[in-house]
T-cell receptor, first 112, second 111 residues
Framework: DTEVTQTPKHLVMGMTNKKSLKCEQH?????MYWYKQKAKKPPELMFV???????INESVPSRFSPECPNSSLLNLHLHALQPEDSALYLC???????????FGPGTRLTVL | KNEVEQSPQNLTAQEGEFITINCSYS?????LHWLQQHPGGGIVSLFM???GKKKHGRLIATINIQEKHSSLHITASHPRDSAVYIC?????????????FGRGTQLTVWP
């Protein structure tokens, strides 16, 4: 299995909702990443996990809460989001932090 | 912070043409990625290279470490190559996996 999967593909939520994004890989990779991408912009790094430990938090607001329950799974918990948080959320994984990153198809999030 | 510049920003070609997209960066790197993103879609990694040249099908990527420059070439372009192509670099000595991205090149290939 050489792919990164993300669910759901699309998510619409209100500002008071709590939802979660899920990312999974079965390539044995030990580094996983969350990116946020706005239209016509490059991805912005949010979080990096290495060996299930958070190694980078790019000063992301606390309404985004990452979780890495095991080496194959990465979640992003969402709470009290703002309309400006609407974006494509991409997950990626790599064998190590300095290896080639493989991206998932993304979750298109709309906050009403 | 590594400044990554891509050119051109937009590129239009006729099917069959040879395409070149350029990427330059400001600080020494350990690796450079070329990524492809179709409209509304996820990102596909095309190449990761740290020296020389790599080829995959009609795609060729080269890098000149001394000049801090890389090129992505597409031979015999096809409408399905229409996408955004993004260059991203990993700083030399980085242990954190942080990539610095260019702003992307929008390629449109007409039949």
């Amino acid at each position: 299995d050489t792919e990164v999967t993300q669910t759901p593909k699309h998510l619409v939520m209100g500002m008071t909702n709590k939802k979660s994004l899920k990312c999974e890989q079965h390539m044995g990779h030990r580094a996983m990443y969350w990116y946020k991408q706005k239209a016509k912009k490059p991805p912005e790094l949010m979080f990096v996990y290495s060996y299930e430990k958070l190694s980078i938090n790019e000063s992301v607001p606390s309404r985004f809460s990452p979780e890495c329950p095991n080496s194959s799974l990465l979640n992003l918990h969402l709470h009290a989001l703002q309309p400006e948080d609407s974006a494509l959320y991409l997950c990626a994984s790599s064998d190590r932090l300095v290896s080639e990153q493989f991206f998932g198809p993304g979750t298109r999030l709309t906050v009403l | 912070k590594n400044e990554v510049e891509q050119s051109p920003q937009n590129l239009t070609a006729q099917e069959g043409e040879f395409i070149t997209i350029n990427c330059s960066y400001s600080v020494g790197i350990s690796a450079l990625h070329w990524l492809q993103q179709h409209p509304g879609g996820g990102i596909v990694s095309l190449f990761m290279l740290s020296s020389g040249k790599k080829k995959h099908g009609r795609l060729i990527a080269t890098i000149n470490i001394q000049e801090k420059h890389s090129s992505l070439h597409i031979t015999a372009s096809h409408p399905r190559d229409s996408a955004v192509y993004i260059c991203a670099v990993l700083d030399r000595g980085s242990t954190l996996g942080r990539l610095y991205f260019g702003r992307g090149t929008q390629l449109t290939v007409w039949p």
